[in-house]
């Protein structure tokens, strides 16, 4: 399996981002809510282990609700604060505040102790690409927030959104490069989209997907495409493929359209909510 990240781009990225986590009090990490280690990079605990932390599940409306409880839990037996959002409709959004606040209590007891008053937390958001990290800023920070620059009429440099008098939020995320030498964690980041379709079988992939499916979440697959679920995935995707008008000419079944569909509709959530990674792998 191939990605576009390069070691030159990694080494970039991981001096920006050196650079960026010193100037923050607060790493505010998205994952994806259906695979919450798999989208994470590693590396973003040694490069921000003096930081508070704070994990957010994004996508949460496309995960297994009583799985992402179970994942809450796991992080925050870590030591992580965590929050369960949806980027996307700003659900979850509110308690964020909140748990910055928690995140970030000893820094903000320590300025007070030495006098500083109402200096606000500093944080940055970071995650590999597409976990949603532009989404969450837009919808976090809205289109009211004024950007701040250090100094009035300078350009560049950092800019920072204030997000209210207590928080404020660098306007660039850090990107973090995922992770996947390993085979488990190639196939996830691919079902969910973050690895480029064309470089990928995407029949191959599909039957990963079925077999996935057919395993965790019995019964989903006959619901979606009203065929039986069979062992034999060849098999399944044919009466798929026949469900759906999918021929090829001379009336053949087009497998490979069929693995597409249903990649798509797993992605887009049509099939059912799924966390497809658990915290004990
Ligand atoms: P990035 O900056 O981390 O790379 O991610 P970005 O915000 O671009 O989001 C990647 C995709 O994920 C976008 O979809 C975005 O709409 C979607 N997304 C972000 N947050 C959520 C969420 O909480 N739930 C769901 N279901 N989707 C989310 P896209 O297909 O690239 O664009 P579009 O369909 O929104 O136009």
Redesign the pocket.
């Known amino acids: 399996m191939q990605f576009h990240w390069y070691p030159g781009h990694m080494t970039k990225a991981k001096r920006q981002m050196q650079e960026d986590i010193k100037l923050i009090d607060l790493i505010i990490e998205?994952v994806d809510a259906r695979i919450p280690v798999s989208s994470r990079n590693p590396d973003i605990d040694e490069l921000g282990k003096h930081k508070a932390r704070l994990i957010l599940m994004?996508?949460?409306?496309?995960a297994d609700a009583k799985k992402t409880e179970a994942w809450s839990r796991y992080f925050k037996e870590k030591g992580y604060f965590v929050v369960c959002?949806?980027?996307?409709?700003k659900k979850g959004m509110k308690a964020i505040q909140n748990e910055i606040m928690e995140a970030c209590k000893e820094k903000i007891e320590r300025d007070l102790r030495r006098g500083i008053k109402n200096r606000p937390v500093r944080a940055m958001v970071v995650?590999i690409?597409?976990?949603?990290?532009?989404?969450?800023i837009n919808t976090y920070a809205g289109k009211a927030c004024a950007k701040t620059g250090n100094k009035p009429g300078v350009t560049k440099g950092k800019q920072w959104i204030r997000l209210n008098k207590n928080v404020e939020l660098l306007d660039t995320?850090g990107i973090l490069w995922p992770k996947f030498e390993d085979q488990k964690v190639g196939l996830f980041l691919a079902l969910i989209g973050s690895i480029k379709d064309e470089i990928l079988n995407t029949d191959e992939l599909c039957v990963a997907l079925l077999e996935l499916l057919m395993r965790d979440y019995p019964g989903a697959v006959a619901r979606r495409f009203e065929v039986e679920e069979t062992k034999e995935p060849a098999a399944l995707l044919g009466q798929i493929a026949q469900k759906r008008g999918c021929r090829k000419k001379g009336d053949e079944p087009d497998y490979s359209k069929a693995a597409a569909l249903v990649i798509d509709e797993f992605r887009s959530?049509k099939i059912g909510r799924f966390t497809i990674e658990l915290p004990e792998e």
């Open positions: 998205l994004n996508k949460a409306d496309l959002i949806d980027a996307r409709s995650g690409p597409n976990v949603g990290k532009s989404t969450f995320p959530g």
